[in-house]
């Protein structure tokens, strides 16, 4: 899959109404999806727009950043939007999440594999996984969980060797005299010695979702397959919600995936000082798989 960057211009307004948003949890519109007559238009406001024309098999994707957008914008949002979208499309399971690798427990009762966290924008999940990272548990993604089927195994993808941090989150990771040009804005973080990323596709065998109460105690539940399965359709990347087809088959993997892997809802204060008791809660119920 590869893709078309134009020059910077402004959004101008668009004549037809979108058919889906993507909105925050504060009520932020943060994608708006419009159809046009060979494809569809993908709008990231104040960011970019992304024109996906169908071309017989495949799609030619085209991107336009805003003036404010820097090349770096541009590119997360291709990567960590548009890739997983045609993705899902095209009939791959592609989630919202970051993920660590957890070697086998000298107990033996649990396997090598990864730890996925899903959650809305914001929510703490590359946080935590770089929490754990710092700590000596590999990432291998921090915004999108690529899986592959085979025999039964879903095999994660490692994704970008980076985080992507605000600068609060980064200086408590890396020490206080980390380096940022702006304290308001994420800030992709290299992988290193101080949070190792793992090169190498791992096996999934937990997946924790987040909860939306950031005051909430530390708490971990296992759901149901039922529980699971609508707990995790609303971090999927869907590109047309009326295409009856693709959404019946996308569900159908979904489906799969809520009853092959253990998933569980994670609550817990976010507070930095908190982070090693959550790491701790996470690795016992890790540890505890069969």
């Known amino acids: 899959m590869s893709w078309t960057q134009e020059a910077a211009r402004e959004q101008a307004a668009l004549t037809s109404e979108p058919y889906d948003r993507w909105v925050s949890p504060n009520g932020v519109c943060m994608a708006e999806f419009r159809r046009e007559a060979s494809g569809f238009v993908i709008r990231f406001p104040g960011q970019a727009d992304f024109s996906l024309q169908l ?3 495949g799609i030619a994707i085209t991107g336009w950043p805003t003036p404010d957008c820097d090349t770096q914008t541009l590119t997360n949002l291709y990567h960590n939007a548009i890739e997983p979208i045609l993705g899902n499309h095209n009939g791959g399971l592609y989630l919202h999440g970051s993920a660590v690798a957890v070697p086998a427990v000298a107990s033996g009762k649990a396997k090598h594999g990864v730890i996925a966290f899903l959650g809305l924008s914001r929510g703490g999940k590359t946080t935590l996984a770089g929490s754990f990272a710092r700590a000596g548990f590999p990432f291998l993604t921090e915004d999108v969980i690529d899986l592959r089927l085979d025999k039964g195994t879903y095999w994660l993808q490692p994704k970008r060797s980076k985080l992507r941090l605000f600068a609060d989150s980064a200086r408590f990771l890396l020490g206080d005299d980390t380096d940022f040009e702006n304290d ?9 010695s101080a949070l190792p990323f793992a090169k190498e596709p791992v096996p999934l065998r937990q997946i924790f979702l987040l909860g939306t109460d ?3 105690p530390l708490s971990i539940r296992q759901l149901s397959s039922q529980e699971a399965l609508s707990a995790l359709m609303p971090h999927a990347f ?3 919600v009326t295409d009856k087809s693709r959404l019946k ?9 809520s009853q092959d892997i253990a998933c ?6 976010r507070d930095y000082a908190e982070l090693p008791r959550v790491r701790e809660a996470v690795l016992e119920s890790f540890s505890s798989l069969r």
Not at 249 to 257: E, K, Q, S, W, Y
């Open 55 to 57: 071309e017989g098999d």
């Open 184 to 192: 308001d804005l994420k800030q992709d973080v290299e992988a290193g």
């Open 214 to 216: 950031h005051s909430a």
């Open 238 to 240: 869907i590109l047309d």
């Open 249 to 257: 088959g996308h569900f159908t993997r979904m489906a799969d995936l």
């Open 264 to 269: 569980y809802a994670l609550d817990f204060t």
